[in-house]
């Protein structure tokens, strides 16, 4: 780190010159995919809660849906779909590059002075403090991660900017005896928000609690603040609230079931889950990230307690479930984004140890070479992989599927409702998001019997209806007949082998089917 420093210094780069390089380079990046990638499968789901807006969506609150609805009615396109995660991203790195510096460093960013050679020793001091905000972004952007949500839209991309924004705003109470009541009420607000983008947020709850109790913030209790705070957030979250009431609470019952469907809670499950965290958030920052949550001089500093106390809460719920059923990496990814600050703090204050620096170089060339590679690939599947082996097929060929399938609508007779196109159906609410946005407005219907986002749009298939069912090959192919929640025969009719230069991607197979059995 020291060497690089160096060179940086010599080019008189100061630190945010080189965050906002950074930024702009990968915010170029986003942009330039956004108008060649086809939507992924949560892309598509989310871009459709915009063009359908609501209080709140079976499967997620609507932040989310409610931050596309401005995009979706003004530019209803896959590129369109990405505007928001692009700026999330940017605001997000901003957020990440000031909150290092208030925790951790004495000077401020830049200081202004009457005086020529007091400026430079301020701008010399900035070269050599400040570039732990640098450092912090660009281990941000350094996973595959964290650059792949700042891209597409996710229930995790307001929530990440929301709670920076929290930690920063509590580290600022906590400056203070007292709480300005402007602080309490937009604690109330941030909470909320967190409510809106994500059910997890409810580990918000705790960490403040935590804060409260260890930093011995009694005072807070008889604080009038903290309880408009308190009301600002219901009221922020009563059309999450409303939702659910009428609706049965169906989504606070689907997430409850969500992680514990499974009765068992299996290490192997928990391990393959680390796994997958680890090769998306790389090694660096997934093993000195675990360390930083057992080394017992974090505890005794402030800033770095704070940041633990919102870190340990989500780490806690996801290896709880992780037992009972496998996360998706970017389900704790508030978890790695906290500790992004506390693992920079650690290896900058050993910057001189060679192995360190060692570290911090093998660190960059790897992650340069797996974040090229990846964002290369969503160019162009330009590496020849074996057929039906491509790491992106699930997320490609979408649009030419739903292409062939209209064609077929025509072609094909609906012998349960002459007057009606064949119905379209898939086996899964992912595929089905990927279908719904490419074939809209027109209905897609969900196989699995299981209650999904689309029977809130759709309604159920009802019994007897013929379909026209799209299947990708890595699904079961032919597909399961006459049982229930499946029909009663279904017919092949077409093969889609969607090819890129050197091999087939993924291949779609298209069978008209008769008498849906419920």
């Known amino acids: 780190m020291t060497e690089i420093q160096q060179t940086l210094r010599a080019t008189r780069l100061l630190p945010h010159h080189a965050a906002i390089a950074l930024v702009a380079l990968m915010t170029l990046v986003h942009i330039a995919l956004a108008f060649v990638a086809e939507l992924g499968g949560d892309e598509a789901h989310y871009a459709l809660y915009g063009l359908m807006p609501d209080w709140s969506y079976f499967d997620h609150p609507p932040l989310v849906g409610w931050l596309q609805i401005i995009p979706m009615w003004l530019f209803p396109s896959d590129w369109g779909a990405r505007i928001v995660p692009i700026g999330l991203y940017v605001a997000l790195n901003w957020l990440l590059y000031r909150l290092t510096l208030s925790l951790f460093l004495a000077l401020p960013l830049r200081a202004a002075s009457s005086s020529p050679a007091s400026n430079q020793q301020t701008e010399q001091a900035c070269s050599v403090c400040d570039w732990r905000g640098f450092w912090s972004i660009a281990l941000l952007n350094g996973t595959l991660m964290f650059p792949l949500m700042g891209f597409g839209m996710l229930p995790d991309d307001p929530l990440l900017v929301i709670v920076l924004a929290l930690v920063w705003l509590v580290w600022e109470m906590l400056k203070t005896e007292q709480a300005s009541l402007k602080q309490w009420l937009l604690l109330g607000i941030l909470v909320g928000l967190a409510a809106l983008s994500k059910y997890t947020a409810v580990t918000l709850v705790v960490s403040l609690l935590a804060v409260l109790i260890i930093e011995k913030r009694w005072q807070w209790l008889t604080d009038k603040g903290l309880w408009l705070a308190v009301l600002v957030a219901l009221l922020v979250i009563s059309p999450l609230i409303y939702w659910n009431a009428i609706h049965d609470w169906a989504s606070f ?116 070479i797996l974040v090229t590679l990846l964002h290369s690939l969503m160019f162009s599947s330009w590496i020849a992989f074996d057929d039906h082996k491509h790491p992106l097929q699930g997320e490609l060929g979408w649009e030419a599927a739903a292409q062939t399938a209209t064609e077929l609508q025509t072609q094909l007779t609906n012998e349960s409702n002459p007057a009606q196109p064949l119905p379209l159906f898939v086996s899964n609410w992912s ?58 025969q279904c017919e092949p009719v077409k093969t889609l082998p969607i090819e890129s230069k050197h091999s087939i991607i993924v291949s779609y197979y298209f069978y008209h089917c008769r008498n849906y059995l419920r």
Do not use: C
């Open 431 to 488: 595929y089905a998001s990927h279908l719904t946005w490419y074939v809209r407005p027109q209905p897609v219907y969900v196989t699995t019997g299981k209650q999904t986002q689309f029977e809130f749009w759709f309604g159920r298939a009802a019994p007897g209806m013929d379909g026209l069912l799209v299947v990708p090959h890595y699904e079961t192919v032919p597909p399961q007949t006459n049982r229930p929640n499946r029909f009663e």
């Open 253 to 368: 019952v689907y997430q409850l079931n969500h992680g514990t469907h499974n009765p068992d809670w299996r290490l192997e499950r928990l391990l393959r889950s680390q796994a997958a965290q680890f090769a998306v958030y790389l090694p660096l920052l997934f093993l000195l990230g675990w360390w930083m949550l057992f080394a017992r001089h974090n505890y005794r500093s402030r800033p770095h307690r704070l940041l633990l106390l919102f870190a340990l809460p989500v780490f806690a719920l996801f290896l709880w479930s992780s037992g009972r059923e496998e996360n998706l990496p970017h389900w704790p990814s508030l978890a790695w984004l906290l500790l992004i600050p506390l693992v920079v703090d650690w290896l900058w204050q050993r910057r001189q140890r060679l192995m360190i620096r060692g570290l911090v170089y093998l660190q960059i060339l790897f992650s340069v």
